[in-house]
């Protein structure tokens, strides 16, 4: 009994071990289910849900814009003529990797200094220094001793270990001596010269090393021995050629300047490398989207120690797009010619010692095309004392000036438009009298008569005293002679905003940066807003008068002038077109707030002006086409120029705008002379320049028309665009 009851302990014992066991398996084997189960949902929610995400990192991290120095969009003018260009050049280039070592860097400095001439010129006394502690290691690391490293660390135990290391290496920087910076031979020197250029890129961007002046031999000589210098690449780089003097143009950096440091945030944030040419000013920084071009897209292969090991190209470099402008050439330099010989000729005069610079725009005023931007200014040369004439187109919207009668068109239309001006209504013109103000009267009655004008004789006759009512109506005064006269400051805003939506003291819309919209006067008191009518308070520029002739021109759109015409992709061989991209069209701003009727009636007083009793009498009789347009002086301007010793000194402005054909505008133009004279003055000084432009612009385009050909698409550039002008023309109208 004792023996069985021993054996069935012993067989519970067993079972309940293997029971034990059991469970000890089941469990291990539901949570190693468990665990799969969370790995394989895991892994379906990074394949489902995150996949693209991660899809798109990993594209990220290995592809990347290579700068491959595509050459920038060449700029044409309207009729196909080259402004700016591209030449190309050899270049030598090294890209780094992400584990290449200054050692290796180094080494390849040295053979390339074997085989090329480098310049010395850009080292800095920072390269020197850091080139000293990479040749002499052992020394620089004596320049601290470790003494002095021990007292730093426990001097200033509050800093981090970079940061200690960083007070080392300054150390170290500024004990090296003079001496042993001159130790440096022309042959090293040389070598640091390509080994800073090798320095100075990123890793997998290439840097280029060498692009002015490189010889045939150097470019040669480099090629042959690509295979044993790793890095370093021959490839071709570009030159911007400027062929027109316009500064409109603007200018870029070189690979040398790189990325100007104002912007250099800008630009990296835009896949820019430092190195790369940038547009600066005016039309190449507008358009620098456009004319940039698009770098080579590749992607590295790296093995697992990061080695590239493989370069595949995703995206192959694009040139930049070609821009077509609305500048005319052969009409902007014949313009030219006229402002430089006015210039030059009224710098002779006695009175004309603040004189220094002229303007003449001349704009399409149904699309805001503009064919000319003309600006010129005088400067001294200090050795010679001769005066020199410079290009200064951008003062045409950068610069304001008082601009005198010429904005007496805008007075009488906002007389109609808040219904203080009827359409003929007859004011008499007379000398106005207010207490404590000197007398203030119209030029073309200087005697002192009571004359009954009506709006048209008012405008061509440039009736000072007709604009003085009209601006008292809209100030709310009752005149009496020789009384004080209170005005309702309102009548300053009226006036201003009605200006403004003829784009007189707002910005015009061009598309060129800097534009400047001008000055408002501050001064409230009546005398000045008078003053303010026959346009002797505010300033303006000369762009601005040119889209506000233009708004009178085209039946009172005020439309955005521009200088960009088309965008096309890039020339195949610089002669011919490439595919048109897009074309700019017209911008309308906003329409003036007067009928047709009254705009008609400002036409007929500036056809007045050319009649026989305006302002320029007789000025377009022998022309064969008809001109309208209106005469201007500022005579209480005051100097403000670059001369600052004669700050404050009166002078007189002359201005003139216009437009032709009378009976179906396709041109307007605004010419402007600041600070003409500090005493007598002619008007004729502006008048015969309005003559000579418009007569430049019809001649060019007789002789055109007799030239023309029929369109083909293997016509060169030049004839090709003055058809499609002529085409866009004829459609506009």
Not at 442 to 469: P, T
Not at 480 to 500: C, H, M, T, W
Not at 586 to 599: F, G, M, P
Request: aromatic share 8%; with cysteine; charged share 25%.
């Amino acid at each position: 009994m004792k023996v069985r009851k021993q054996v069935s302990q012993v067989d519970k014992a067993r079972i309940s071990q293997r029971k034990h066991i059991a469970f000890r398996m089941n469990l291990l084997f539901f949570c190693i289910f468990f665990l799969f189960s969370l790995l394989i949902f895991r892994l379906g929610y990074l394949q489902i849900v995150k996949g693209e995400e991660y899809t798109s990192l990993l594209e990220k991290t290995e592809e990347m814009a290579v700068n491959t120095s595509v050459p920038r969009g060449r700029i044409y003018d309207r009729n196909g003529n080259v402004l700016v260009d591209n030449e190309p050049k050899n270049a030598i280039t090294y890209t780094k990797t992400s584990s290449t070592t200054s050692k290796e860097m180094l080494k390849i400095a040295r053979d390339l200094s074997l085989l090329i001439e480098q310049d010395t010129k850009r080292i800095t006394l920072g390269d020197k220094r850091d080139f000293w502690i990479l040749l002499n290691e052992k020394k620089a690391a004596k320049k601290v001793p470790a003494e002095e490293i021990e007292k730093l660390r426990e001097t200033h135990d509050t800093l981090t270990e970079k940061e200690i290391q960083k007070m080392i290496n300054q150390l170290t920087r500024d004990r090296i001596t003079e001496k042993e910076l001159d130790s440096f031979t022309n042959e090293e020197l040389e070598v640091l010269a390509i080994y800073r250029e090798m320095m100075s890129g990123y890793a997998y961007s290439p840097q280029i090393i060498k692009s002015d002046q490189v010889t045939e031999r150097e470019f040669a000589a480099v090629s042959e021995r690509l295979n044993i210098l790793p890095g370093v690449d021959t490839t071709t780089d570009w030159n911007r050629v400027k062929l027109s003097d316009n500064t409109l143009i603007g200018s870029t950096t070189t690979p040398l300047q790189g990325i100007p440091r104002t912007r250099l945030d800008y630009f990296l944030a835009r896949d820019y490398s430092r190195n790369d040419r940038v547009g600066i000013s005016y039309l190449e920084q507008y358009y620098e989207e456009l004319l940039k071009g698009q770098k080579t897209v590749v992607k590295n292969v790296k093995d697992r120690t990061g080695q590239v090991v493989e370069t595949k190209v995703v995206r192959e470099g694009e040139p930049g797009k070609d821009l077509i402008l609305t500048l005319d050439s052969e009409l902007q330099e014949a313009l030219e010619r006229i402002v430089e010989d006015k210039l030059l000729a009224l710098k002779q005069l006695r009175t004309s010692s603040l004189l220094d610079r002229a303007f003449l725009v001349m704009m399409d005023p149904n699309n805001g095309q503009v064919l000319a931007l003309v600006g010129k200014q005088l400067v001294q040369d200090k050795d010679t004392g001769k005066w020199e004439v410079r290009d200064y187109a951008f003062g045409t919207f950068t610069s304001a000036y008082e601009v005198g009668s010429t904005v007496k068109l805008a007075t009488v239309l906002t007389g109609y438009s808040e219904n203080v001006l009827r359409i003929g209504e007859v004011i008499i013109d007379e000398p106005i009298h207010i207490a404590g103000s000197s007398v203030k009267q119209s030029l073309f009655n200087r005697g002192g008569n009571r004359v009954a004008i009506n709006d048209i004789e008012a405008l061509g006759k440039s009736s000072n005293v007709y604009m003085f009512k009209i601006a008292m109506a809209l100030g709310e005064a009752v005149y009496r002679p020789y009384k004080p006269l209170p005005i309702n400051v309102e009548g300053f805003d009226r006036l201003r905003q009605s200006y403004a939506s003829f784009g007189l003291g707002v910005k015009t819309g061009i598309d060129l940066p800097g534009e400047y919209p001008g000055y408002p006067g501050t001064d409230t008191i009546s005398g000045k807003l008078l003053d303010f009518s026959i346009g002797q308070f505010d300033t303006y520029t000369p762009l601005q008068l040119a889209q506000y002739v233009s708004t009178v021109a085209n039946g009172g759109y005020r439309v955005a002038p521009r200088v960009l015409k088309e965008i096309r992709e890039p020339s195949p061989d610089g002669v011919r077109f490439g595919a048109l991209v897009q074309e700019t069209e017209a911008k309308v701003l906003n329409r003036i707030h007067n009928t047709a009727e009254e705009i008609e009636q400002v036409k007929k007083g500036m056809l007045y002006t050319y009649g026989p009793r305006g302002t320029a009498p007789n000025l377009f009789a022998s022309a064969d086409y008809t001109a309208a347009g209106k005469t201007g002086t500022a005579q209480s301007a005051y100097y403000d120029g670059t001369d600052r010793s004669k700050y404050g000194t009166k002078t007189v402005n002359l201005t003139h705008i216009g437009f032709a054909p009378f009976e179906s505008p396709e041109v307007a133009f605004s010419i402007v002379i600041p600070n003409v004279s500090t005493g007598d003055y002619s008007a004729s000084w502006s008048n015969d320049m309005a003559r000579e432009a418009l007569d430049i612009y019809f001649n060019i385009k007789k002789r055109r028309m007799k030239e023309m050909q029929p369109v083909t698409t293997d016509l060169p550039i030049g004839r090709k665009v003055d058809q499609q002008e002529n085409e866009t023309k004829s459609v506009e109208r």
